[in-house]
């Protein structure tokens, strides 16, 4: 059975930094591509970032670009999201996700709060 646990939000202020992490098991994601989604009180599920399986290619939203930087251990088995310049428009719930060989998010993690206050 795939499953992918994140954990490491939290509460910082605007400004701030926080890391997120994405462990799986039962899939090596050094063989999958992954990605990062966030979901707003009354907002619809957002893309947020998403990484090749070699990890040679990253890929951002405009409103996290040059702020947040998406990376794998693929030694630990673990996808990150390092968030910096925190705003509290970023406040979301954060769900990592795997991508399968057709191309669709097929494994979502339970998410994880992120809070930033002003």
């Known amino acids: 059975q795939v499953q992918l646990v994140e954990s490491g939000g939290g509460l910082v202020q605007a400004g701030g930094s926080l890391s997120v992490s994405c462990a799986a098991s039962g899939r090596t994601i050094s063989s999958y591509a992954m990605g990062w989604f966030r979901q707003a009180p009354g907002k619809e599920r957002e893309f947020v970032a998403r990484?090749?399986?070699?990890?040679?290619?990253?890929y951002y939203a405009d409103s996290v670009t040059g702020r947040f930087t998406i990376s794998k251990n693929n030694a630990k088995n673990t996808m990150y999201l390092q968030m910096n310049s925190l705003k509290p428009e970023d406040t979301a719930v954060y769900y990592c996700?795997?991508?399968?060989?057709?191309?669709?998010?097929?494994?979502w993690g339970q998410g994880t709060q992120v809070t930033v206050s002003s």
């Open positions: 996700a795997s991508m399968s060989r057709g191309g669709e998010y097929d494994v």
């Open positions: 990484i090749t399986w070699t990890s040679a290619s990253t």
